[in-house]
Every structure is written in structure tokens, then in C-alpha cells.
């Protein structure tokens, strides 16, 4: 019996550190230009490559926490970039601001070298601020991209119309939304944090104060919001030819608790893709990486569209 255990120990110790194959796998590694990346893959089939993008004050573990398992278990293979700027990346000691543009050309040269070794293009799946990285990207560099998906997404015009419509429907939750993101309270007061991203969630205290680490460590970088306005994908997009959308696979995702994101806002950028009508899930906050319910029907969704004709 002491033999059986001591192999079993052995055997437990060899999978983990790669000396025997697991169903899947996980792997951390830093890209060519700098960028750290979490991939799972199973290293017998060759699943679907989802790219995962984040909003601000996260970085690559939002997805990891919940989503980058289960795509997996369901047969996809999910990568989760940390974006220049956030601590993963060690962008609070390189840069106090990011250009919107350093966030596309980072992120499409992974997709430029990735695409080289396997010749299949990918589906990106955005969150919040990630969404203006995404839509660029697919004006940018459509041949590499078969498919977009917007979660929570701020919409191609900006905040700017989103604030305002926040601040005529209550100065309470604009000034929240302003001392939030502004003076960053929401990467540091875990009140906050709750009120913004996980608005009537059941996320647990413990969890959250994890989350709001990472928050905090996310917050010393941050967008350019100048260059961000003058860069917008409604004025990027005037004069592109619109034709290749209708081979490319689009959804936008909306939530019914956001406060950050409102309804026309989600409306917004699904008429700018062309997009079907956008999905709502009912129950959600704006946080549907980290949030214990709304993290599964979201990515429901995701995967339901993936696999559609």
C-alpha cells in the first residue's frame, strides 16, 4: 500500500511538471514583443484559437479565473494576453500612458505569428475597453480574424455620450463611474470596485479583495484618453469599405446590471458591426470574467456562436 502511494506521488509530480501528458495543458510564456500570454491547449486535437482581451485595470488572469478552463474542457484553445500597460506586462515601471494603437499593433502581431505556424485565422472575444482594441484589429488585419465577439464593450463613438447619458440618469452613479475610473478608486476601495464591475453580484469578500489586487496593480498604467478620442473607431472606420464584414462572424454582448455600459451603448456597437441584435443577459453586472454567475451564461453564448454556421 505504501508502494501504491509513493507511485501515485510520483506519478501526480510527473504530470505537473510535464513529464507525462495531461489531458490539457496550461502554459505561461511572454510573446516575441514582450507580452505575457496564459494558452491551455490539448496536445491531441487542434481546437478552435479564441484570443482574449481585456478592459482596464485587469490584465490576462480575469479569464483564467473561469473562462480559459472551460473553453478548454469544451474543446477550444484559449489564449489571454496581458496588455501592455497593465503589472503583468511591467507597464506601471515602462509607461504611464498606452496609445489605443500600441494595444492593436501588439496584439496583431501575435496573430500575425501565431497565424504563420498554424495558417487558421482566430476569434477574438474583447471585454469593455478591450472592445475599441478588437474593432481596430478587424479593420486592421481582417485576414486574420474570422470572428469578433464584444462583451460589455465601450462602443466605437467613446465614453464621452455614454457619461453624459449616465450623469442625466443619476449624478450618484456618474460620480461613482468618475471617482472609479478617474481617480481609480475602483482599483483600491473594494466598495467600489463591487458597485462598478460587480453591481447586485454574489461575488464573495474573499474574492473580491483578490480581484482588487489585481485592480490595484493594473492601475499605475493607463490609456491615453487624448489619443483615445482622436483615434475612435467611428473615426477610423469612415472611409473603410465595410464589405469584408459579411464574411466575418460578429456578436456583441450586452449586460442588464452594467452601469458602466448602458443599453444604447451595446445597441450602438452592434449597428456598427452590423452586427444581429445584441444579446442581453439578464442578472449580469458588467464583469462577466469574474462575476460567479454571470461568468457561465456569458461564455454559454461565446461558444454557442463559435460553433454556428
Known sequence: MRDFFFLSAVLLFAV?????????????????????????????????????????????????????????ARGFEPWAVSLRGTQQA????????????????????????????????????????????????????????????????????????????TVRRSLREAWLITRGFALKTAATNVADARALFFHKSQVTDANLSKFVSWFAENSKSSL???????????????????????????????????????????KETAAFLEAEDAVVLPDAPHDLMLDPDAWRPALDVITTWITSQ
Open 224 to 266: 491615453d484618453l487624448r489619443d483615445f478620442q482622436k483615434n475612435l473607431p467611428a473615426l477610423t472606420w469612415q472611409n473603410q469599405d465595410r464589405a469584408f464584414l459579411a464574411s466575418k462572424k460578429r456578436l456583441v454582448v450586452g449586460a442588464a446590471n452594467d452601469l458602466i455600459v448602458d443599453d444604447v451603448a451595446v
Open 90 to 165: 511591467g507597464g506601471s515601471e515602462q509607461q504611464k500612458k498606452v496609445r489605443l494603437g500600441e494595444h492593436v499593433d501588439d496584439v496583431a502581431a501575435i496573430l500575425a505569428s501565431s497565424q504563420r505556424q498554424r495558417g487558421e485565422p482566430w476569434v477574438i472575444v474583447a471585454h469593455s475597453f478591450g472592445g475599441p482594441v478588437a474593432m481596430e484589429l478587424l479593420r486592421l488585419f481582417p485576414e486574420h480574424i474570422q470572428g469578433v465577439a464584444l462583451l460589455c464593450s465601450v462602443p466605437p463613438t467613446g465614453n464621452v455620450a455614454m457619461t453624459w447619458r
Open 16 to 72: 505537473r511538471c510535464g513529464g507525462l501528458s495531461a489531458p490539457l495543458k496550461r502554459e505561461c510564456f511572454v510573446t516575441a514583443n514582450g507580452l505575457p500570454c496564459i494558452r491551455y491547449f490539448d496536445g491531441g486535437t487542434n481546437g478552435q484559437r479564441v484570443l482574449l482581451i481585456h478592459g482596464t485595470f485587469h490584465d490576462g488572469r480575469c479569464w483564467d479565473e473561469y473562462w480559459m478552463p472551460e473553453l478548454a
